[in-house]
């Protein structure tokens, strides 16, 4: 939770607050949850949230004054330890995170969702066509949960639309939906699973993904292989949107 991190496709992350609820296949070997375990908070994993401390909420303030003065934007994961549309986070504290969202205009914040379809009820009332610094992203790790969520996201009008494919857990096909192309995203992130008793990927399910990337021109990211072995040298790719 700092202003560097691991994650090759942000600059930051930042926690509004802490813990979380397993919804999907994806979440079965959450590493957020098996940070929670190792902290001592294994509760923030069993119905509990924490919201962290004013001073670390004042961080993004000072990374906003830098990237304004730099006149580089820095790209901020929004929770990584927790999701900004889960049911159980008292809607004050969402209403917090919107406003300093809208007071650091030169960042870039990404969030990312396992939860799509509470988007529209947790949006802010000055949304309207989306900040134009908020990108935002949907989990969709198998062709199932791809199918469910994606329209859900798409139906939220926002300056980016990203979708984390990791871990990918199968072979994923994205078909056209409503009034939008192939895709219709703005983003795609792949990556397989890397933590304790990682789940295998079979590197043709990200090929197949990079290909129906690049048919449709959007920037494909490959994070990393299963068990974070050697990437192949076809994977090699990491491109953000414009």
Known sequence: ?????????????????????????????????????????????AGERRRTTPGYWRQPDKWNRAAAAAGVRKRVFCCSLADVFDNQVPPLWRADLWQLIRDTP???????????????????????????????????????????????LMAIPAAVWFLSIEPTLGPIILPVWGQYEVLGVDWVICGGESGPGWRDMN???????????RSQGVPFFFKQMAGKRPIPDDLLIREFPA
């Open 1 to 45: 939770m700092a202003d560097h991190t691991a994650i090759e496709w942000t600059d930051a992350t930042f926690n509004a607050w802490v813990g979380c609820t397993k919804v999907s296949p994806a979440c079965d070997r959450c590493y957020a949850e098996g940070w929670a375990k190792r902290t001592g908070h294994p509760e923030l994993w």
């Open 106 to 152: 030169s960042l870039d914040w990404q969030i990312l969702t396992k939860r799509p379809q509470n988007i529209r009820k947790m949006l802010p009332l000055d949304w309207g066509g989306g900040y134009p610094n908020v990108w935002m992203g949907t989990t969709a790790e198998n062709q199932e949960e791809a199918e469910r969520r994606i329209p859900h």
């Open 203 to 213: 590197p043709d399910w990200a090929r197949a993904l990079r290909d129906q990337c």
